[in-house]
């Protein structure tokens, strides 16, 4: 009897544990509906002039018409957080320092990093700057993001799981956005500068000039000038060359294999005089870190201007940042960016001296630095304390036992402002290259076409006015300021410019854009090396006359290995008779360099990776020495990051093999260029499968998901994209790593936007739930565009005054 009852009542308790578990369940599946955004119906909307639309197709892109600009913004601002604002809240936090607040003590080398830039109390004095107008129009996108969040049934899913309070949303936190871009685009040029006076300080100048080029054999740049010609080879390398065989740089070797080029980014366009419409084609594809969601956010715009006349613009928006559109097409006018790479950060190295505590020296002369305390909030600890030094030039940065200024373009007062939102009424390509010369944005190459058919370029974003000549500011500048840093804005009439081309086709993609004039003006922040822009020239240039929007498009598509193929061939050529006999795995990489290649950089090519490897195998042994000594300045401070140069100096050595430059320990080259593939063999062995399953799609194997997965590892299915196996790598147009790429592709002409295509990765929405969440994804990943308006209304909100 007492163990039928003890059955019974474990059965019970075994029952109840059940309907407990699936009520838990039932209510966290409630709840996360109940977080999804309003799609059809009314709501009231206070503040509106008149009612607005929000049409949103099967992919959830939407159409917002309205009778101002004003209500068109609000509406935007609503539909932003309804669909993203927990990735808007990550993009202000990133820029002011409070990613802690959300996930703890690990967050908070990263927040001190961001808050020594002090970013949201300048936004709060950028604010004061703005014009009435734009302050006015920038509240009502704020007013709606506030309504957008507020409407849902429930608080996005992230603060359940993360526990955190909902902040709501400021018009300063619009600005911080845009200073995350910046932080993204552009820090990379702190290290660099490290990275660079670390060579310059441990190489004599004839080292460091050979070691250092300014430009490269691939620079295909936008006037058509020559390159200089390279410095010579010098007799004899630096102590720090090379490093010993063996396995003590392991961890380094690996890092450098696996290495994924974050330089990316593609803009370009054809004249009218080229393509079967007559109106300019411009195309779009901006290479970023992807997650979920995308970075960006599609959208489509529809309202009278100033004179009551209707306008429409189509692209992309940035979710939280002032509610323009940030690439696309105003239907006279369409634009595109890439990263310039302009040289906008100086490191100032400040001078101390025990006999004045607390005071530094600068270029002219004593200051004492003004203190602002910073306190980071923790999750789950106290919170930290962190004091911001900040002088004349900047605040205080120390790497190694080193004081620097950290003088960047970021901090200007001028750094933002929303004369990006003007591109909406440019009539044609000499009023877009204007407007973008006054742009308060991190400096892009800015290329734009008109319905006329005409093209052009400039910079669009805060240029410095240097006096310090251009290769010098790459390197941290002394106190004594023999190089000077700037002190003053590039005015925008000076501005470089191309406008119509003799060609008919303007392209960036991060590399050099000028060898003659006006080069000077933007300097070097670390361009790419050029294979990619040569490669995209080129397959623009092959199109010829008569080019429509597809074929522009496919372009950025190419993924033929042009630049490792050189390296392919200078492995095969290690691997003769002699460096096979007795090793049947070197044997194995000359086979599949030789049978699984097909010229691109495809998914089932093992000979693409080997060739890949091989290549950076190389630089670990030449420039292992000084990866060594650069960590300790911090801050991913590498040989690569010094320049994008490095194969064309390693080319060099292979081509002359000159004695002086032999790393120790070897003894000739050709059993350097052997190391190397054995580097590779060693460190693919380490999975345990044979050579030939080492193809680049196992590699270059997607890993996009949502931030939320880390924090939360069940969950991480349901908030990832599928594992696809991508083709595509850097120095080739199409660019692809596992968390790195092309986070859209776009091509228009203005005024035929209905034949503009479109790809982007994931999809509008941030609820994994959401019908959005992945629409368009498949499409991106096989690289099958989709039209870029809006397709037919699927979903209809009416917002009411």
Same mark, same amino acid.
């Given at each position: 009897?007492?163990?039928?009852?003890?059955?019974?009542?474990?059965?019970?308790?075994?029952?109840?544990?059940?309907?407990?578990?699936?009520?838990?369940?039932?209510?966290?599946?409630?709840?996360?509906?109940?977080?999804?955004?309003?799609?059809?119906?009314?709501?009231?909307?206070?503040?509106?002039?008149?009612?607005?639309?929000?049409?949103?197709?099967?992919?959830?892109?939407?159409?917002?018409?309205?009778?101002?600009?004003?209500?068109?913004?609000?509406?935007?601002?609503?539909?932003?957080?309804?669909?993203?604002?927990?990735?808007?809240?990550?993009?202000?936090?990133?820029?002011?320092?409070?990613?802690?607040?959300?996930?703890?003590?690990?967050?908070?080398?990263?927040?001190?990093?961001?808050?020594?830039?002090?970013?949201?109390?300048?936004?709060?004095?950028?604010?004061?700057?703005?014009?009435?107008?734009?302050?006015?129009?920038?509240?009502?996108?704020?007013?709606?993001?506030?309504?957008?969040?507020?409407?849902?049934?429930?608080?996005?899913?992230?603060?359940?799981?993360?526990?955190?309070?909902?902040?709501?949303?400021?018009?300063?936190?619009?600005?911080?956005?845009?200073?995350?871009?910046?932080?993204?685009?552009?820090?990379?040029?702190?290290?660099?500068?490290?990275?660079?006076?670390?060579?310059?300080?441990?190489?004599?100048?004839?080292?460091?000039?050979?070691?250092?080029?300014?430009?490269?054999?691939?620079?295909?740049?936008?006037?058509?000038?020559?390159?200089?010609?390279?410095?010579?080879?010098?007799?004899?390398?630096?102590?720090?060359?090379?490093?010993?065989?063996?396995?003590?740089?392991?961890?380094?070797?690996?890092?450098?294999?696996?290495?994924?080029?974050?330089?990316?980014?593609?803009?370009?366009?054809?004249?009218?005089?080229?393509?079967?419409?007559?109106?300019?084609?411009?195309?779009?594809?901006?290479?970023?870190?992807?997650?979920?969601?995308?970075?960006?956010?599609?959208?489509?715009?529809?309202?009278?201007?100033?004179?009551?006349?209707?306008?429409?613009?189509?692209?992309?928006?940035?979710?939280?940042?002032?509610?323009?559109?940030?690439?696309?097409?105003?239907?006279?006018?369409?634009?595109?960016?890439?990263?310039?790479?302009?040289?906008?950060?100086?490191?100032?190295?400040?001078?101390?001296?025990?006999?004045?505590?607390?005071?530094?020296?600068?270029?002219?002369?004593?200051?004492?630095?003004?203190?602002?305390? &910073?306190?980071?909030?923790?999750?789950?600890?106290?919170?930290?304390?962190?004091?911001?030094?900040?002088?004349?030039?900047?605040?205080?940065?120390?790497?190694?036992?080193?004081?620097?200024?950290?003088?960047?373009?970021?901090?200007?007062?001028?750094?933002?402002?929303?004369?990006?939102?003007?591109?909406?009424?440019?009539?044609?390509?000499?009023?877009?290259?204007?407007?973008?010369?006054?742009?308060?944005?991190?400096?892009?190459?800015?290329?734009?076409?008109?319905?006329?058919?005409?093209?052009?370029?400039?910079?669009?974003?805060?240029?410095?006015?240097?006096?310090?000549?251009?290769?010098?500011?790459?390197?941290?500048?002394?106190?004594?300021?023999?190089?000077?840093?700037?002190?003053?804005?590039?005015?925008? &009439?000076?501005?470089?410019?191309?406008?119509?081309?003799?060609?008919?086709?303007?392209?960036?993609?991060?590399?050099?854009?000028?060898?003659?004039?006006?080069?000077?003006?933007?300097?070097?922040?670390?361009?790419?090396?050029?294979?990619?822009?040569?490669?995209?020239?080129?397959?623009?240039?092959?199109?010829?006359?008569?080019?429509?929007?597809?074929?522009?498009?496919?372009?950025?598509?190419?993924?033929?290995?042009?630049?490792?193929?050189?390296?392919?061939?200078?492995?095969?050529?290690?691997?003769?008779?002699?460096?096979?006999?007795?090793?049947?795995?070197?044997?194995?990489?000359?086979?599949?360099?030789?049978?699984?290649?097909?010229?691109?950089?495809?998914?089932?090519?093992?000979?693409?990776?080997?060739?890949?490897?091989?290549?950076?195998?190389?630089?670990?042994?030449?420039?292992?020495?000084?990866?060594?000594?650069?960590?300790?300045?911090?801050?991913?401070?590498?040989?690569?990051?010094?320049?994008?140069?490095?194969?064309?100096?390693?080319?060099?050595?292979?081509?002359?093999?000159?004695?002086?430059?032999?790393?120790?320990?070897?003894?000739?080259?050709?059993?350097?260029?052997?190391?190397?593939?054995?580097?590779?063999?060693?460190?693919?062995?380490?999975?345990?499968?044979?050579?030939?399953?080492?193809?680049?799609?196992?590699?270059?194997?997607?890993?996009?998901?949502?931030?939320?997965?880390?924090?939360?590892?069940?969950?991480?299915?349901?908030?990832?994209?599928?594992?696809?196996?991508?083709?595509?790598?850097?120095?080739?147009?199409?660019?692809?790593?596992?968390?790195?790429?092309?986070?859209?592709?776009?091509?228009?002409?203005?005024?035929?936007?209905?034949?503009?295509?479109?790809?982007?990765?994931?999809?509008?929405?941030?609820?994994?739930?959401?019908?959005?969440?992945?629409?368009?994804?498949?499409?991106?990943?096989?690289?099958?565009?989709?039209?870029?308006?809006?397709?037919?209304?699927?979903?209809?909100?009416?917002?009411?005054?």
């Amino acid at each position: 009897m007492r163990q039928r009852r003890w059955k019974t009542w474990t059965l019970r308790t075994l029952v109840g544990l059940l309907l407990l578990a699936l009520l838990a369940a039932a209510g966290a599946w409630l709840y996360l509906r109940a977080s999804l955004a309003q799609l059809d119906g009314e709501r009231r909307a206070p503040g509106l002039g008149a009612p607005v639309t929000i049409a949103r197709d099967a992919a959830g892109v939407p159409l917002i018409s309205g009778a101002s600009r004003a209500d068109v913004a609000y509406a935007t601002g609503f539909v932003h957080a309804q669909e993203r604002f927990f990735q808007m809240d990550l993009l202000r936090r990133t820029a002011a320092g409070e990613l802690a607040e959300l996930f703890g003590p690990r967050a908070v080398p990263m927040d001190r990093g961001h808050r020594l830039h002090r970013f949201r109390a300048r936004a709060q004095l950028a604010l004061a700057r703005l014009p009435a107008a734009e302050r006015a129009l920038l509240e009502r996108y704020v007013a709606g993001v506030n309504d957008g969040v507020n409407a849902l049934g429930a608080r996005p899913f992230e603060y359940a799981l993360t526990g955190a309070g909902l902040r709501p949303w400021s018009a300063a936190d619009s600005l911080l956005v845009v200073w995350a871009m910046y932080l993204d685009l552009q820090n990379n040029q702190e290290p660099r500068e490290l990275a660079r006076g670390w060579l310059r300080e441990h190489s004599d100048a004839a080292q460091l000039a050979f070691l250092l080029p300014e430009a490269s054999s691939w620079d295909a740049t936008l006037d058509g000038g020559a390159a200089p010609a390279p410095a010579p080879i010098p007799d004899r390398a630096p102590a720090w060359w090379g490093s010993a065989p063996g396995k003590d740089d392991a961890s380094l070797r690996t890092a450098s294999v696996d290495y994924v080029d974050a330089v990316g980014s593609n803009n370009y366009a054809v004249a009218g005089s080229r393509s079967a419409s007559g109106a300019a084609i411009v195309s779009d594809d901006m290479h970023l870190g992807l997650q979920l969601p995308n970075i960006w956010y599609r959208i489509a715009l529809s309202f009278p201007d100033a004179q009551g006349k209707p306008r429409r613009i189509v692209g992309v928006s940035l979710a939280g940042a002032p509610p323009a559109v940030i690439v696309g097409s105003n239907g006279q006018v369409a634009w595109a960016f890439t990263n310039s790479y302009a040289d906008l950060v100086d490191l100032v190295e400040l001078g101390v001296d025990a006999k004045r505590p607390g005071q530094v020296r600068t270029p002219a002369g004593w200051e004492t630095p003004a203190s602002h305390i &910073e306190m980071i909030a923790v999750k789950g600890a106290p919170a930290d304390r962190f004091v911001v030094r900040d002088t004349s030039l900047g605040p205080i940065r120390e790497a190694g036992e080193r004081q620097y200024a950290l003088h960047w373009i970021a901090h200007d007062p001028a750094a933002l402002n929303l004369n990006h939102l003007k591109l909406e009424t440019a009539a044609n390509v000499d009023e877009a290259l204007a407007i973008a010369a006054i742009d308060g944005i991190p400096a892009q190459n800015f290329v734009a076409g008109d319905a006329q058919g005409n093209i052009g370029w400039t910079i669009a974003g805060l240029l410095p006015q240097r006096a310090t000549a251009p290769l010098a500011a790459t390197f941290p500048l002394d106190a004594d300021g023999k190089a000077a840093t700037w002190n003053a804005l590039l005015p925008a &009439e000076r501005y470089p410019r191309i406008v119509n081309p003799a060609d008919g086709q303007l392209t960036t993609a991060n590399s050099r854009q000028l060898m003659n004039g006006g080069a000077a003006l933007i300097g070097d922040g670390g361009f790419d090396i050029g294979a990619r822009n040569r490669q995209l020239a080129d397959g623009l240039r092959a199109l010829g006359n008569g080019t429509i929007v597809r074929q522009v498009f496919d372009v950025a598509l190419d993924d033929r290995a042009l630049f490792m193929a050189r390296w392919r061939e200078r492995a095969l050529a290690a691997l003769d008779a002699e460096a096979l006999a007795g090793q049947p795995a070197r044997a194995e990489f000359r086979r599949l360099l030789e049978t699984s290649w097909d010229g691109r950089a495809s998914v089932d090519s093992s000979g693409y990776r080997l060739a890949r490897g091989y290549m950076w195998g190389l630089h670990d042994i030449l420039y292992g020495g000084a990866g060594k000594a650069m960590r300790v300045l911090g801050r991913s401070v590498t040989p690569v990051s010094a320049s994008s140069r490095w194969p064309e100096v390693v080319a060099r050595l292979l081509e002359s093999r000159p004695a002086g430059w032999l790393p120790r320990g070897y003894a000739d080259w050709r059993a350097v260029e052997l190391a190397a593939v054995d580097r590779v063999i060693a460190d693919l062995a380490k999975d345990g499968k044979p050579l030939a399953e080492a193809t680049w799609g196992a590699r270059n194997t997607a890993q996009i998901g949502h931030p939320i997965g880390a924090a939360a590892p069940a969950l991480k299915a349901l908030l990832s994209a599928p594992a696809d196996r991508l083709a595509g790598d850097a120095n080739m147009p199409r660019v692809a790593g596992p968390t790195f790429g092309q986070s859209e592709r776009m091509t228009v002409s203005p005024g035929r936007e209905e034949e503009g295509l479109y790809n982007m990765p994931g999809g509008q929405s941030g609820h994994p739930l959401s019908p959005f969440f992945l629409a368009g994804h498949k499409e991106w990943a096989e690289a099958k565009p989709v039209p870029l308006l809006p397709g037919a209304s699927r979903y209809t909100l009416s917002l009411i005054p």
